[in-house]
């Protein structure tokens, strides 16, 4: 299984509203990212856990909330967001900086947020 | 600090021609160097990734990138395009090989014309 689920595939959420997106791999990676993609740019590195921890936080508002309650599992809880966060959020996964032949991230397919 | 540029930010070729999409990086240490493509309103797919044990590399549907240090390139290529191909593709480094310091390139829309 070399795959990384994220859900939901598309959320609408209004500026006042709670939502999470969930991410899912069972790869056996101990690295897990967020990233944020706008539409025509390249991902943007939002937050990286490592072991389960928070490793960076690439100074990412605190509407967003991450959180790994597991080894296979990533959510990134949204409050009060803005429409400028309109975005493709992608959760990726990899092994933990051993470099070399392992150093690969695997991709979800992406939530598409939008927020009204 | 590392970097990547990608020349063109949109590639047009025909079908059954050659696919070259460029990538210069720029790193202080030897960099761990990726290429992956993106569908449209899809996730990142690995298309191939150098990390020092050969200098041209070979990836998944026909891809393939040659490292020159001397040139400080990693340009993509592909001997006959399909129409699958279209897409994003971005460049990516890492200094240290660990995924958590990859940095992308602006993107390369290639498109494949009949």
């Known amino acids: 299984d070399t795959e990384v689920t994220q859900t939901p595939k598309h959320l609408v959420m209004g500026m006042t509203n709670k939502k999470s997106l969930k991410c899912e791999q069972h790869?056996?990676?101990?690295?897990m990212y967020w990233y944020k993609q706008k539409a025509k740019k390249p991902p943007e590195l939002m937050f990286v856990?490592?072991?389960?921890?928070?490793?960076i936080n690439e100074s990412v508002p605190s509407r967003f909330s991450p959180e790994c309650p597991n080894s296979s599992l990533l959510n990134l809880h949204l409050h009060a967001l803005q429409p400028e966060d309109s975005a493709l959020y992608l959760c990726?996964?990899?092994?933990?900086?051993?470099?070399?032949?392992?150093?690969?991230?695997?991709f979800g397919q992406g939530t598409r947020l939008t927020v009204v | 600090a590392q970097s990547v540029t990608q020349l063109g930010s949109h590639v047009s070729v025909s079908e059954g021609a050659l696919v070259l999409l460029r990538c210069n990086y720029s790193?202080?240490?030897?960099?761990?160097l990726f290429w992956y493509v993106q569908y449209p309103n899809q996730g990142l797919q690995l298309l191939l990734k150098?990390?020092?044990?050969?200098?041209l590399v070979k990836g998944i549907n026909g891809f393939e990138a040659e490292f020159k240090k001397s040139e400080t390139s990693f340009h993509l290529t592909k001997p006959s395009a399909h129409m699958s191909d279209a897409a994003e593709y971005f460049c990516?480094?890492?200094?240290?090989?660990?995924?958590?310091?990859?940095?992308f390139g602006t993107g390369t829309r290639l498109q494949v014309t009949l």
């Open positions: 990726a996964s990899s092994q933990v900086g051993t470099g070399g032949e392992n150093t690969e991230a695997f």
């Open positions: 790869m056996g990676h101990r690295a």
């Open positions: 856990y490592s072991y389960e921890k928070l490793s």
């Open positions: 790193s202080s240490v030897p960099p761990y």
């Open positions: 150098y990390t020092s044990a050969a200098t």
């Open positions: 990516a480094v890492s200094p240290t090989g660990t995924a958590s310091k990859l940095t």
